[in-house]
């Protein structure tokens, strides 16, 4: 299958720049994020007006490049959470005014095809910031340029260019809203298909693709769900990204949803940044070409699996053994980093953390007795702490071990 692939790839690069006639990819990236980010839309939390003309916006775009309608009315397929405020709620099929609609917005590129595949992002966002927002201050808007309208971008791409290809098997495109609340969406999708899911080749989720920066960073996530993803990202990168790949299906993201269906998954993400879940995630920070270079590593992969066997799927680490917290340093992890070690991108107000003086850029490498080698042995060292013990954190900074009291 590898060499079969190989060949195809040498013809694909040759085609790949085929575009629908008069379109500039890059001018039509932004113009997207600039509407999904503008003001005008108020954060685009779920139940929100701001919500429902992301989701109009989208059937929009949807439907001008060709798609055909795959929700439960029209583009639309809505769902509603009765106890907003558990965050272990579940979405379902009722009604009522004590709760609240959203609204997952779903197009098909409709082949002559027993088989498909499904690309996501999430379009919703935190509104005025009333939850989840890591802002100290008045309230302000949270656009969530990165955080998806990127990844909506990207998306609304790869639905136009590829609308106009010949391909063998279907492309469903997701909106989906209320992954900030829980997984919402997706969540109901996955329970109430609108598609078999027994079709579903794999699923593609772009969660934050705005910010590539010059070292050229992604993480792709779920590189254990198919045995045959390793390999295909090393032939796709055309780009020559550094890859920071992670094995579990299981992320605090939409493709999880699909995942827990034995559907194999794949999440990109060009970072953490200082503007994550606040009012500073804006327009003039993205980077409209790095979202497209993802989009066309997501491009080459969905061509060149085109007309090949549907693909294994693999379960990776089980999501009931992830570690359960009580306590938080506040901090925010630098999801990027691949040396030893769990380095710092962010310190929040208030926290052990930086009252202990511990800042951004550093790395700990001890947290009390356990040693830290990356993102999961930090995750089970918190995990064993409960509010008001004392520890030791031990962090490199610049190559200097420094030793930090703190308290949780």
């Known amino acids: 299958m590898k060499k079969h ?3 195809i790839l040498l013809t694909f690069v040759f085609c790949f720049c085929e575009q629908p006639e008069n379109y500039d990819p890059l001018r039509s990236i932004s113009n997207d994020i600039a509407v ?7 954060g685009r939390e779920v139940g929100t007006e701001g919500e429902k003309m992301a989701a109009d916006y989208i059937m929009k775009e949807f439907k001008e490049a060709g798609l055909q309608p795959k929700g439960t009315d029209g583009f639309y397929q809505s769902f509603f959470v009765k106890d907003a405020d558990n965050p272990h709620a579940q979405p379902s099929e009722e009604s009522g005014e004590d709760g609240i609609t959203g609204y997952n917005v779903i197009g098909m590129i409709d082949n ?22 890591l802002h100290r201050g008045e309230k302000a808007i949270h656009n969530g340029a990165d955080d998806n309208a990127s990844g909506v971008a990207a998306m609304l791409h790869l639905a136009r260019v590829l609308a106009k290809k010949e391909l063998d098997r279907d ?6 809203s209320g992954e900030e609340k829980g997984l919402w969406g997706s969540n109901y999708f996955t329970k109430n298909p609108t598609i078999d899911l027994s079709q579903v080749n794999f699923m593609i989720n772009m969660d934050m693709v705005g910010r590539l920066d010059e070292s050229r960073g992604l ?16 032939e796709v ?11 579990s299906g299981v992320g605090p993201s939409d493709h999880t949803s699909f995942y827990l269906q034995d559907i194999p998954v794949l999440h990109f993400f060009t970072g953490q940044h200082e503007d994550y879940h606040k009012p500073g995630d804006d327009t003039d920070k993205i980077n409209e070409e790095g979202i497209l270079k993802v989009a066309s590593m997501i491009e080459q992969m969905i061509v060149l699996m085109d007309d090949d066997e549907k693909i294994a799927f693999t379960k990776t680490k089980d999501e009931s053994d992830n570690p359960r917290f009580t306590v938080t340093l506040g901090v925010v992890p630098d999801y990027m980093f691949d040396g030893k070690g769990m380095r710092i991108d962010g310190v929040s107000e208030d926290k052990p953390a930086i009252k202990a003086g511990i800042q951004k850029g550093d790395v700990v490498v001890q947290l009390g007795d356990s040693t830290v080698t990356d993102m999961m042995s930090y995750m089970r060292a918190l995990s064993t702490f409960e509010k008001g013990d004392m520890t030791t954190v031990i962090i490199d900074r610049g190559g200097e071990k420094l030793s930090f009291e703190i308290e949780f």
């Open 5 to 7: 692939l190989s060949l």
């Open 36 to 42: 999904l980010a503008s003001d005008s839309l108020s």
């Open 112 to 133: 002559p095809s027993d088989q498909l595949v499904v690309v996501g992002a999430h379009y919703d966002h935190l509104g005025m910031g009333d939850f989840s927002s």
């Open 171 to 176: 492309v469903l495109f997701i909106g989906l």
């Open 219 to 234: 993480a792709v996530n779920g590189t254990g769900t198919s045995p045959i993803w390793n390999w295909l990202l090393d």
């Open 237 to 247: 990168n055309s780009d020559s990204l550094k890859l920071i790949k992670s094995e």
